[in-house]
């Protein structure tokens, strides 16, 4: 149960002849992709490590994460978790942030950190002849960020102008009252990049304190790919990352389930209206998790052939495009729907996206759907998750927190394959039966009514 498992499409195809020629190159380029042998690579003092080595281009990418994101954040300081990850390439040991810059960039390397509710994550790139000086610079950034006063106060003061910028946006702040109402005071009810008031009330003393606590062997996961061998791989593991502390402080995070059967409504003059559903979600390690994968693909993880895009987009021309995804943290899960459509059609939107729920609820998918969704979601994994050395480090990171096994490349597709009609059709009742949470963000007519 992951966070990064968010199932949701970036766009939406305008016909069925892209969705051919996108399904046929899914087809063409898994067998190239399905050979990607990982190495579990264990050090001297026991930090592990999977490894894709791959010798075709002179880069090394490493993707690592410590459990502990912006769910440890303490009461009143509210992102700092977050404001952590913009401070870590911005000095480190005897570098100051210009010096540390500096040295990143004459090595050509790439540095950048990021958090979510469960986990700070880094990604570093790097030329293989450089490694050894970019590898130090990791080292420091890690185990020796200094945040130094200045740059503490100019990072602070760029997410607070995004912070205000979301205060104005409508939208945003209808996700962030909708997750208010599902998570009540859980830690996961408020955003990453905490308040203004919350953020200010964050000194570099707290940013030390929160990074001692956070950060430590016990609690972290790394991915390597790239130019790098076993033997060597397994000496810089203790380099880089053996000054942490053997144990991370994290604090205990309570298991949620959303509070469903309610309804926010946000008034705002707008043109368009925003429409989110959410219902009970599946855990990573569940058994019936692929049945509800494909479940979501069918009701509309599909780009182009779902049930709600083919309803509310290709029938009705009621809006660009209408998804739904899984999303799967460590301590909640959901499903979620969502689309965007004009003000005056807000009603009919919501009426169609409910029969639609209704219609896959009380009679399942049919076989050729089934069948239709396990072909994409096996020929697009690879396109997805495998495409690049990056995509590839951060993929390996996952399965290694998902428990999966380092066979698990090869056994996803029999798993997928085993799911039964049956199986899909029990995933619905099972996870479109109870009243869902519903947003509605848009004028006061809609708001008050949905349309």
Request: cysteine-free.
């Amino acid at each position: 149960m992951r966070q990064r498992l968010n199932f949701h499409p970036g766009v939406f195809m305008r016909s069925f002849l892209n969705a051919g020629a996108l399904l046929a190159l899914i087809l063409v380029v898994v067998p190239a992709k399905a050979a990607v042998q990982i190495q579990d690579v264990t050090s001297q003092k026991g930090i592990e490590a999977w490894l894709v080595e791959d010798h075709s281009l002179p880069i090394i990418t490493f993707q690592f994460s410590f459990k502990g994101g912006s769910a440890q954040d303490p009461e009143g300081k509210e992102g700092i978790a977050n404001l952590m990850t913009g401070l870590f390439d911005e000095g480190a040991g005897d570098l100051d942030s210009d010096a540390f810059q500096l040295k990143l960039e004459e090595l050509g390397a790439e540095m950048s950190f990021r958090t979510n509710s469960d986990e700070i994550s880094g990604q570093v790139r790097m030329l293989a002849e450089n490694s050894d000086e970019v590898l130090d610079l990791v080292r420091l950034a890690i185990t020796s960020p200094r945040f130094d006063a200045d740059p503490v106060e100019r990072i602070r003061s760029q997410i607070a102008v995004g912070i205000r910028s979301d205060e104005r946006d409508p939208r945003k702040q209808g996700f962030l009252k909708l997750s208010e109402a599902l998570y009540g005071d859980h830690p996961y009810a408020h955003p990453d990049e905490g308040t203004l008031e919350s953020l200010a009330s964050i000194s570099p003393e707290d940013l030390k304190a929160f990074h001692a606590r956070v950060f430590a062997r016990s609690n972290l996961t790394i991915g390597v790919v790239g130019a790098i061998d076993a033997g060597r791989l397994a000496g810089v593991l203790d380099e880089v990352f053996g000054g942490l502390p053997d144990e991370a402080g994290l604090q205990p995070v309570a298991d949620i389930a959303p509070k469903l059967g309610q309804e926010i409504r946000v008034e705002y003059p707008l043109p368009q209206a925003t429409l989110q559903f959410v219902y009970p979600g599946v855990e990573r390690d569940d058994p019936e998790f692929f049945s509800a994968y494909l479940l979501n693909q069918i009701l509309g993880g599909g780009v182009f052939s779902s049930r709600l895009f083919n309803e509310v987009r290709e029938k009705r021309g009621l809006a660009y495009g209408a998804s739904s995804y899984l999303h799967s943290r460590d301590h909640a899960q959901s499903l979620a729907i969502q689309t965007a459509t004009s003000a005056e059609r807000a009603g009919e939107t919501l009426s169609v996206i409910e029969d639609v729920i209704a219609g896959l609820r009380d009679e399942g998918p049919t076989e050729q759907e089934l069948e239709a969704a396990k072909t994409y979601v096996i020929g697009s994994y690879a396109i997805n998750n495998l495409d690049s050395s990056t995509a590839i480090a951060r993929t390996l990171v996952g399965l290694q927190q998902d428990d999966l096994g380092i066979d698990y490349l090869e056994r996803r597709a029999d798993l997928i394959n085993a799911v039964t009609l049956d199986d899909v059709k029990e995933a619905a009742t099972r996870l479109l039966s109870q009243e869902p949470a519903l947003l509605v963000v848009g004028p006061a007519e809609q708001a008050q009514n949905g349309g």
